[in-house]
């Protein structure tokens, strides 16, 4: 009941926010110029950046796999490739659901209990955090004068929305308060406070257990791997419009982590948060939001339907695999 609740909150509050972010970036813009500036995306460029997603992906799960093994469970690539896969696939439709889905579909095919894989999950996450907040201190350092006018002009556009909106903002919360209350009722009233002690106690130790990386030198490498993958990807998709061919990739690296920061924030596949972030960034170094919304689209666009098309397809071939299994 717990996880339930947990969920449909977050889904809520995930397309809430995503929709509101979404709305700021594309109002009062000229959606008919961003298609046809979309329209000339380079083919060649493009196939570039889904094969440093796919390279991306597995440097993923192989990281993944440093983290289980180092709790002391030892579960098959194709298992721990597959699981993240759908992870990723859900995460596309729901802001962080898709965490737990891996975790569950980890269990059903290694026995890997729930609370031990998400605790790598969760030392993931960290170090990828601590990967970003040093990127973005990096920028602010470099770019400072420019990036200072982006957190006042995001504070400003927000404000202005909020104040604008803010009858529908309160009904929307009410909303999800009165929800929640119900929901928390119920959780109580079905005690399962037992259930969820154990799964803290077991979760806490694996994170412990997870921070004490024994292969440290492997995972540090896994994860900066990951992350220039990333880097090569925008520059991809920078070198794949005409309007953008020209940016370097010191404006990739840059790019890339401001718009991480969209990613953090709780929006399924990142829709919403990461283009808003990125259109101020554009702004920002004197280029049409036109352009910085085209590149936004671009970018998050291949990453999601990549991985909503990539996760549709191992769904079907491994139920395919499975059933024949059974009918043998």
Not at 18 to 41: K, P, V, W
Not at 46 to 68: E, G, P, S, T
Not at 158 to 166: D, G, H, K, L, R
Not at 234 to 261: H, K
Request: glycine content about 8%; charged content about 15%.
């Amino acid at each position: 009941m717990s996880g339930i609740r947990r969920n449909i909150i977050n889904a809520a509050t995930g397309i809430i926010i995503g929709g509101f972010f979404l709305y700021l970036t594309l109002r009062n813009q000229a959606l008919d110029r961003i298609l046809e500036l979309l329209s000339t995306a380079r083919t060649g460029w493009i196939l570039l950046v889904i094969a440093f997603l796919i390279i991306m992906f597995f440097f993923r799960a192989y990281r993944w796999r440093l983290l289980i093994r180092n709790s002391g469970k030892y579960p098959d690539i194709g298992n721990i490739s597959y699981s993240l896969l759908l992870g990723f696939f859900i995460n596309s439709f729901t802001p962080k659901l898709g965490e737990i889905i891996r975790c569950t579909s980890l269990k059903k095919s290694s026995g890997i209990k729930v609370s031990r894989s998400f605790g790598t999950v969760i030392t993931e996450r960290f170090y990828d955090l601590l990967i970003l907040i040093l990127a973005v201190l990096i920028i602010m350092a470099l770019e400072f004068r420019r990036l200072g006018g982006l957190l006042e002009t995001a504070k400003t556009s927000i404000i202005s929305t909020v104040s604008e909106n803010y009858l529908v903002l309160i009904f929307i919360i009410s909303g999800l308060l009165v929800t929640a209350a119900i929901l928390v009722y119920l959780f109580k009233r079905f005690g399962v406070m037992e259930k969820i002690r154990i799964f803290l106690k077991d979760f806490l130790l694996t994170v412990k257990q997870t921070f004490r990386i024994k292969s440290y030198g492997i995972f540090t490498f896994q994860t900066l791997m990951i992350w220039l993958m990333m880097v090569l990807m925008n520059y991809c998709c920078l070198r794949a419009l005409p309007s953008t061919d020209n940016l370097s990739l010191y404006f990739a690296f840059v790019a890339l982590f401001i718009g991480t920061i969209g990613w953090a924030i709780p929006s399924p596949g990142g829709i919403g948060t990461t283009h808003f972030f990125v259109l101020q960034l554009f702004i920002l170094f004197n280029m049409s939001p036109e352009t910085g919304i085209t590149y936004g689209l671009l970018v998050n666009g291949i990453t999601v339907v990549f991985t909503i098309a990539a996760g549709l397809l191992t769904i079907t071939i491994v139920k395919s695999i499975r059933m024949a299994r059974q009918l043998k």
